[in-house]
């Protein structure tokens, strides 16, 4: 079992948001406020493009999902278009991570401009699928390589926002939304990452109760919880949640930072 040390430096964090002057810690770190993740997942690009992955997952009652890329040096966010995969039942979040990449550098942003923020993917429609959101071994391995690239590219280990959700109506959707640790990242440890995936997997087997998963992440020092949103837009309640999600990301170690 991994220490708790996130659930301390997260304190600590927010007990300095009172007007006191910053830490030297604090001032070597990239911040990334829990309103610019509320803005992350409530601007007008992102109902639109939640909008659009929805109806696409109601059309061909299949998986589909987008990314959320944040600026470097600004509170501007990107949003790639929704994508498929050849497999129904997976999301080819790579592909839409090339799209993306694509995309910005067409608009003068090279990979080093901008962070990889979040993944945003459906695991079915209601009707369809089990009502409890489990996550698969595939899941949080993307979030993990999500971190790795913004710890190549940008310099910080900034763990990326993982949502996995589900279509409960044509218009209303629910979220499980995880974050790694802020003070590890689970895949540097193998025989850690190997449980958590096992443990995932059996949840899934067992069809445990989505408490239990949010359990199990919790377990780990993942901060996880379950959010609501009504034709694209988050519900007002967890906005608090979405909030909490904000960090201030470490420079990235020397020896766990990837050969790109
Ligand atoms: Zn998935």
Redesign the pocket.
């Known amino acids: 079992m991994p220490p708790k040390k996130n659930l301390k430096m997260k304190n600590k964090f927010e007990s300095n948001s009172s007007g006191l002057p910053e830490s030297s810690e604090k001032k070597s770190g990239y911040e990334i406020s829990g309103e610019s993740i509320e803005r992350a997942l409530t601007s007008p690009d992102f109902e639109k493009v939640l909008r659009k992955t929805l109806a696409q997952v109601i059309k061909h009652r299949r998986e589909f999902g987008f990314l959320i890329g944040k600026e470097m040096t600004a509170d501007k966010f990107h949003y790639s278009k929704p994508i498929g995969d050849l497999e129904e039942s997976s999301?080819a979040l790579p592909g839409a991570y090339e799209e993306m990449e694509a995309n910005l550098e067409s608009r003068g942003l090279d990979r080093e401009d901008w962070i990889e923020l979040g993944d945003f993917?459906f695991?079915g429609y209601e009707s369809l699928e089990s009502r409890v959101i489990y996550l698969?071994s595939?899941?949080i391995g993307y979030t993990s390589s999500a971190r790795k690239a913004n710890r190549g590219y940008n310099n910080f280990d900034i763990p990326s926002i993982g949502m996995?959700a589900n279509a409960v109506s044509s218009t209303g959707v629910e979220a499980l939304v995880y974050q790694e640790p802020l003070a590890y990242s689970p895949s540097d440890k193998p025989a850690i990452f190997e449980e958590i995936k096992e443990t995932l997997m059996e949840l899934r087997a067992t069809n445990a109760s989505q408490e239990e998963v949010l359990e199990a992440l919790r377990h780990y020092g993942y901060q996880a919880g379950m959010v609501h949103f009504s034709d694209g837009k988050l519900s007002e309640e967890d906005k608090k949640f979405i909030r909490s999600l904000g960090m201030v990301a470490k420079k990235t170690p020397i020896d766990t930072r990837d050969l790109l």
Do not use: E, L, R, V
């Open positions: 999301t993917h695991h698969s595939g899941d996995i």
